[in-house]
Structure formats: C-alpha cells, structure tokens
C-alpha cells in the first residue's frame, strides 16, 4: 500500500509561482513513475508532468517551460515549480504514483488533490 499526500496548492495571480508537494509513504517499489495530473471543473484529468526512477521527464506541451517536476528520494516527496502561472492552470492538482510491478499488476495511488487557483 501506498499513501500519496500533496500540499502547495491556493491563490496566485497570473504570473506568480507556486510548488507543489507530494509526499509518499509505504510500500514503494524502485520501479516506478511519479507525477501531476491536473483536473478543471468540466474536464478530464490530465497529465501535467511526469518522472520516472531514473529521473527522466516528461510534460504536457501546455506547461513545457514552465513548470519543473523533480524529486528528494531522501524525504519521499515530489515536488512540481510552477512559474509564469495562468488562469488556464487551474485546477486540482494530483499526485500519481505508478507501480510497474505491483502484486495486482500494474498499479496506480493518488493523492487527495490540492486546488491551485490562478486569477487574472
């Protein structure tokens, strides 16, 4: 089992920054691919940035630039820089942590969400 906790979220004006945190605990395989996903009222869940044990990258073309997804395997925590934040950005942001090997297969844990409002 794993357990996913994310803070940093709240209120900016566009421009600001914010960083998000997301700390793990549990049983967590070495094995595995962290991210941030987001999800606006009316819209899907979608992938904001993602990073694997290896620590290679990947972010939505949205966020590409602006944002900066890194982690402290010392302390379990994920943390995602936003800079140069825009009204489009907000949403609840998830922490996703993703199982490989996973004793049902592959496997995914969430987080409970932290709101990120950006105003104009």
């Known amino acids: 089992q794993v357990q996913l906790v994310e803070s940093g979220g709240g209120l900016v004006q566009a421009g600001g920054s914010l960083r998000l945190s997301c700390v793990a605990s549990?049983?967590?395989?070495?094995?595995?691919?962290m991210g941030w996903y987001r999800q606006a009222p009316g819209k899907q869940r979608e992938l904001v940035a993602t990073?694997?044990?290896?620590?290679?990258?990947r972010y939505a073309d949205a966020v590409k630039g602006r944002f900066t997804i890194f982690k402290d395997n010392a302390v379990n925590t994920m943390y995602l820089q936003m800079n140069s934040l825009k009204p489009e950005d907000t949403a609840v942001y998830y922490c996703?942590?993703?199982?490989?090997?996973?004793?049902?297969?592959?496997?995914?844990?969430w987080g409970q969400g932290t709101q990120v409002t950006v105003s104009s």
């Open positions: 996703n942590l993703h199982h490989v090997y996973d004793s049902r297969g592959p496997y995914d844990y």
């Open positions: 549990g049983s967590i395989f070495s094995i595995n691919v």
């Open positions: 990073i694997t044990n290896t620590r290679f990258t």
